[in-house]
């Protein structure tokens, strides 16, 4: 081989071993460089259920109250901070945030599923089964038990958070018993289209078919008192027929007093 072939050889080599170090530092560079924020994805883990809270929504609260997060580096993006902000919705009940290698700062979020509304003459509010309350929502309406007249709770249609008081929390906690009996029973799941409260904290239950209003008093010994009543739809209605009465009172022991 001569002398200039080998040269040549030599130069070549050189240069390729120069590209391959140039190319293996560009990337090292490449790979130390932090990734940027490339956009928001929000899932909404139960949109089946309620519709609260959308994507929308979420992308407008951080905007709002963020700030800048596209185009940052993901490691500078405050994860706590934006779940701070999307938790602090009245229908949110818990919100993930994480990132992701796509550049994306991802938002999981669970709402909260109310199970009775409270009506009061200056605005309505919801109960979720835990006994949290939180107000109404523009953008939709749950489809719960209704519950309207006397509330003997001092919370507004802006309230946010458990009950403090403890006559209060009682009686919340037994009215929820009752709603809670009725989604769950067969006999009684959708039977009872409203509930009124009376001075005192009575509860008057309003069948969806019949004239009859059941007079069921304080919300305790529950289970009885639907067994009086399914009595008197068993025995007495079939006896008397739809038009006889117009109150049933199932408050009294061992008593269903018709008038």
């Known amino acids: 081989m001569s002398k200039t072939v080998r040269y040549m050889i030599n130069i070549s080599s050189a240069v390729l071993l120069a ?10 560079v490449s790979c130390r460089a932090p990734i940027k924020c490339t956009g928001l994805s929000v899932v909404i883990a139960d949109s089946s259920t309620n519709s609260f809270v959308s994507a929308a929504d979420v992308k407008k609260y951080l905007d709002r ?5 596209v185009g940052q580096p993901l490691d500078s993006i405050d994860l706590a901070e934006v779940e701070r902000i999307v938790d602090g919705r009245s229908a949110v009940h818990k919100s993930q945030a994480y990132t992701t290698r796509d550049g994306k ?31 109404l929502q523009s953008s939709y309406s749950s489809r719960v038990q209704i519950i309207d ?7 507004n249609s802006g309230y946010k958070g458990e009950i403090t008081d403890a006559k209060e929390k009682e009686w919340l906690g037994k009215v929820l018993d009752v709603v809670n009996y009725m989604e769950n029973s067969k006999v009684w799941k959708d039977k009872i289209v409203q509930i009124t409260v ?26 009885g008192k639907f067994r009086k009543m399914e009595m008197y739809y068993t ?25």
Do not use: M, W
């Open 105 to 135: 700062l991802n938002v999981t979020v669970t709402q909260r599923t109310p199970v009775v509304r409270f009506q009061k003459e200056d605005g309505g509010f919801y109960a979720d089964a835990e006994g949290f309350l939180f107000p």
């Open 149 to 155: 007249g006397q509330i003997p709770l001092k919370a």
């Open 65 to 69: 109250e963020y700030g800048d997060y």
């Open 198 to 223: 009376s001075d005192g904290g009575e509860l008057t239950l309003v069948p969806r078919v019949g004239k009859e209003r059941f007079l069921f008093g304080q919300p305790d010994d529950i289970a």
């Open 235 to 259: 025995h007495i209605l079939p006896e008397k027929g739809s038009e006889a009465y117009t109150s049933v009172s199932v408050e009294y022991d061992g008593q269903i007093v018709c008038r």
């Open 19 to 28: 590209a391959c170090l140039v190319a293996s530092y560009l990337f090292g």
